[in-house]
DNA sequence: CCGTGAAGTGAGAACCGCTCTCAGTTGGAG
DNA sequence: CTCCAACTGAGAGCGGTTCTCACTTCACGG
């Protein structure tokens, strides 16, 4: 918990310059809480636990928000939804995510210009790897993330 | 439209080894004339056209047949909805579209398994590379696709 | 300290891409 | 030709996400 609170404090807030409400900071803590990654339903869930009342649509807009300041990360789907993940590191990275637990381990882009088209501009890409992870393959039954 | 045919007889059948009903092979000659990226919405649209009363569930099923069979590969999405294009390459590849023409080019997987956490035992990932062709960079107004 | 206005909130309706259901049709094996 | 499993069209249904709107709350200036 003083771990959350001290990733909430630093440099770079969970949601930027944005005003901060009691909802999103609860939001928030939460979402620093999770390890692994997190559906904004899943969340809201969570959350709700701690702090009744709070509405999925706001939790929706808080992780839109963090998302927008480079807090969170959108790292895949499952079922359709999307799943989000903190992200502490700087740079452009890509992430790989157990189906099993949920783990979410940073990953070098591997990206080479070369290997586009000639004359293409790329805007904007997107990876999502899946996996089992480590831990996950050594044991039996799944993580418990 | 003898083009389209011809890649439709040819080995790889783009609904596997299934069963060929009328709109099926309305829907994949259809396909294939659509050059670059599209919806199943999209699709249906154009399929409707020259073929009336085809329904949409219909085009839905159709493309995932397709896409199944390897004839159709998911190419990125747009506004929510997913992009096929249809993909005639061999092996594993991703691909490019054009975000204002929608063409569509086959890049070469730049993926190294060192770059993976250790242990880690990827099932799958997803790469979409979204930008501008050479073509729309050097019109002003966008491409006809 | 209050007053004020913009930003945020909660509930639920709305949205939209997609899938399912069901009764009717059709392709193709035999 | 017969027969049945696969396929079809229409529309209902589903689920994640966004929107609307009346209300609250934060941050700031006075
Ligand atoms: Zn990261
Ligand atoms: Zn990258
Ligand atoms: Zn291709
Ligand atoms: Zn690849």
């Known amino acids: 918990m003083t771990e959350a609170r001290d990733r909430l404090s630093s440099p770079a807030a969970p949601y930027g310059s944005r005003r901060m409400s009691s909802a999103r900071r609860a939001i928030a803590e939460t979402a620093a809480l999770m390890d ?12 709700v636990a701690s702090r009744p009342g709070i509405g999925l649509a706001t939790v929706y807009r808080a992780v839109a928000a963090m998302a927008d300041a480079g807090y969170l990360a959108r790292v895949g789907e499952r079922d359709g939804a999307a799943l989000y993940a903190v992200c502490g590191h700087d740079g452009h990275h890509h992430h790989a995510v157990c189906e099993r637990c949920g783990a979410v381990t940073p990953v070098e882009c591997a990206f080479v210009p070369s ?5 293409f501009a790329m805007t904007r890409h997107e990876v999502a790897i899946y996996g089992v992870c480590a831990e996950c393959q050594g044991s039996e039954r799944g993580g418990s993330r």
């Not at 290997?115 to 004359?119: F, H, M, N, V």
């Open 36 to 47: 692994g990654a997190f559906t904004a339903e899943s969340l809201h869930d969570r959350v």
């Open 115 to 119: 290997a586009l088209p000639a004359g």
